[in-house]
Nanobody, 122 residues
Framework: QGQLLESGGGLVQAGGSLRLSCAAS????????MGWYRRAPGKQRELVAT???????NYADSVKGRFAISRDNAKNILYLQMNSLKPEDTAVYYC????????????????WGQGTQVTVSS
């Protein structure tokens, strides 16, 4: 069974940096788009950034110029470099991957990690 495991969250002061990682393991095949989402206290989950297998990136306006998403396709690892962090970036960050449980599966399905907490103090 395929799984996503995030790491790299923690507590940082405003203006600081963190790097999140997400490793895909088990049976996830033909991974296409991967991305990071976040859920702040009392708010709905929102998109942070996505990257396709071909390298096309998309960012939420709130993180453009501060965050950078990247992936290692050979190792199925996703990264999120977060710079100039703000208190409003405080949230649980979730990794997402679109993939197949086995090669012949007719479509991709969404896999989610368990989340990693990022707290930015002012």
């Amino acid at each position: 069974q395929g799984q996503l495991l995030e790491s790299g969250g923690g507590l940082v002061q405003a203006g600081g940096s963190l790097r999140l990682s997400c490793a895909a393991s088990g049976s996830i095949f033909s991974i296409s788009t991967m991305g990071w989402y976040r859920r702040a206290p009392g708010k709905q989950r929102e998109l942070v950034a996505t990257v396709t297998s071909g390298g096309t990136r998309n960012y939420a306006d709130s993180v453009k110029g501060r965050f950078a998403i990247s992936r290692d396709n050979a190792k199925n690892i996703l990264y999120l470099q977060m710079n100039s962090l703000k208190p409003e970036d405080t949230a649980v960050y979730y990794c997402n991957a679109e993939g197949k449980p086995f090669m012949a599966y007719p479509t991709t399905i969404a896999y989610w990690g368990q989340g990693t907490q990022v707290t930015v103090s002012s």
